[in-house]
C-alpha cells in the first residue's frame, strides 16, 4: 500500500501546498527519519528545500524538538575552550610582571619628586618676581593686554 501511495505524491510548487499537506509531509519527515532534502525532492521534484520544512514546522507548531547543525553565537550554551598554561610559563610570567611593578613604581617616585621639585621652583622664582617689583618698583612681568 505504501508502494501505491508513493506513486500518487504529485509535484508541485511549495507555495500550492495546503495545511493539511504541510502538516503530512512534515510528519512523514520526522516520522521517517530520512533527511529533509530527500522528503522535499520526494514532494516537489526540487533538490533546493532552501528551509522550507523548517519554516513549515515553526508555523504549524513542530519545531521543538528540531536540532540545529551548528552551535549560534547568540545562544548562551556556546562557550570558547580557555587555552591551558604551562604551570612553568606561569611563575616566570609572575616574577617578570613583579619586576616590571617594582620598576614602574620607582619611576613613578622618581617622577613625583622632579614634579614637587619644579612646582617649588616655580613657587620660588614667582616669589622673587613680586618681592623685585616690590623693592624697585620695576615691572619685571609682561602684560597680558599689550598689542604686538
Known sequence: M???KKEKIIQKSARYYTKS???????EYLTSGSSKQAIWQKYTGSVDERGHLLRWMRELGYAVNVRRKKPSIASKTFKMPRKKKLPKEDASLKQDDSFENLQLKKRVSELEKQLKDAEMKAIAFSTMV???EREFKIPIRKKLNTKP
Open 2 to 4: 505504501d508502494n501505491k
Open 21 to 27: 499537506e504541510r502538516e503530512e509531509i512534515i510528519k
Open 130 to 132: 613680586d618681592i623685585a
